[in-house]
């Protein structure tokens, strides 16, 4: 899956722009990465909201483990890689029918965090149980969320293409042809939204993360930690 999303929904992270400047590396841009990915998967779904954000998937080289899905509801569009193992119950606690998947519990789950102030956006991620990445963009408000499970079960990444856009996507060395250096893993068991400009542990909210940068001969250019008692690698 891949979202493309310009610099006047999310600001490019600087630790990445930093990652970038440090070691300059070929990239290409936001159009020119996107047409990649269709190149790659002849049968890839993708559409483009605004002129702001392209979204694709592919079911192509899909884990039976870990099945992609997109759904669009109320102006919020969700790209969704995994499962879940509470799926059942937090059905029911949303009120959802029987027949819904986890693209649309999500899309529920995050629903319920924006129209249900003060709700933490860790506890609608942190009761989430399973192995998934998902990518959410709300048109109504141009808010971006994503988020990735505990454990990096489902790997995500995210960078900055040579004309500023950032994308996340689950094929590293495609992001890698169009990032550069200024590129990432997603720090696992962590949510980044532009409501609040920053990643944070859902585990540990209040923990700050910082970016320590790679070696030179590392794919990437940065890492992500998490302060605390000792310092915990969380993008692998």
């Given at each position: 899956m891949l979202g493309i999303f310009s610099s006047s929904i999310v600001s490019p992270p600087e630790e990445l722009v930093t990652a970038g400047s440090k070691t300059p590396s070929p990239k290409a841009t936001a159009e020119k990465l996107l047409a990649r990915f269709l190149d790659a998967n002849s049968l890839a779904v993708s559409m483009q909201v605004?002129?702001?954000?392209?979204?694709?998937?592919?079911?192509?080289n899909e884990s039976i483990l870990r099945p992609r899905s997109f759904a669009v509801k109320d102006d919020i569009f969700c790209l969704f890689?995994?499962?879940?193992?509470?799926l059942g119950s937090l059905k029911q606690q949303y009120g959802l029918a029987k027949s819904a998947n986890e693209?649309?519990?999500v899309i529920e789950a995050y629903k319920a965090l924006r129209d249900r102030a003060p709700y933490p956006a860790s506890h609608m991620v942190g009761h989430l149980d399973g192995r998934f990445s998902f990518i959410i963009f709300d048109k109504s408000t141009s808010t971006l969320f994503v988020a990735t499970d505990q454990e990096n079960k489902v790997p995500l990444y995210w960078g900055i293409t040579a004309d500023g856009f950032v994308a996340f996507g689950n094929d590293a060395n495609l992001l890698k042809g169009a990032?550069?250096?200024?590129?990432?893993?997603?720090?696992?068991?962590c949510?980044?939204?532009?409501e609040f400009g920053e990643i944070r542990c859902y585990e540990n909210p209040k923990n700050k993360i910082t970016a320590v940068f790679a070696q030179?001969?590392?794919?990437w250019g940065a890492k992500f930690m998490v302060e605390g008692p000792s310092m915990i690698a969380i993008g692998k």
């Open positions: 605004g002129s702001e954000v392209n979204l694709a998937y592919t079911h192509s890689e995994g499962a879940l193992d509470n693209v649309l519990l990032c550069g250096k200024s590129l990432a893993s997603f720090p696992q068991g949510f980044f939204s532009t030179e001969e590392e794919i």
